[in-house]
Nanobody
C-alpha cells in the first residue's frame, strides 16, 4: 500500500522554527522526486520545495533562504526544516511523491504561525 504520512506540524511563533517529516511506504523511494506543498484557506495549493532523486532542490521564492528540504533514502523520509517562519506560512502542508504518472499525496499537517 502506497502511503505518505506527515508529522511535525503545530503552532509556532513568528521567527521560530519547525521541522516537518514525511514517512513513505509502498514505493521505491529513491526513484521519486519528493516535495512539500501547502494550501492556505481560500488559496490554491502551491509548491514549497522539491528534491529530486539525485538531490537537486528547488524552492518557492517566498521560502528561499528560510526553508530547507532534505531526504534520507535509507529511511524513506523527507524533511522540511522551516526557519524564520512568518504568519503567511500558515497552511496545511502536504508531502508529495512524483514519478512519471504516479503522483502520491499525504493527508497533510497543519502549520500555524501566530503569536
Amino acid at each position: 500500500q502506497v502511503q505518505l504520512v506527515e508529522s511535525g506540524g503545530g503552532l509556532v511563533q513568528p521567527g521560530g522554527s519547525l521541522r516537518l517529516s514525511c514517512a513513505a511506504s509502498g514505493i521505491i523511494f529513491n526513484l521519486y522526486r519528493m516535495g512539500w506543498y501547502r494550501q492556505a484557506p481560500g488559496k490554491q495549493r502551491e509548491s514549497v520545495a522539491t528534491i529530486t532523486s539525485s538531490g537537486t532542490t528547488g524552492y518557492a521564492d517566498s521560502v528561499k533562504g528560510r526553508f530547507t528540504i532534505s531526504r534520507d533514502d535509507a529511511k524513506k523520509m523527507v524533511y522540511l526544516q522551516m526557519n524564520s517562519v512568518k504568519p503567511e506560512d500558515t497552511a496545511v502542508y502536504y508531502c508529495n511523491a512524483f514519478l512519471g504518472s504516479h503522483n502520491v499525496w499525504g493527508q497533510g499537517t497543519q502549520v500555524t504561525v501566530s503569536s
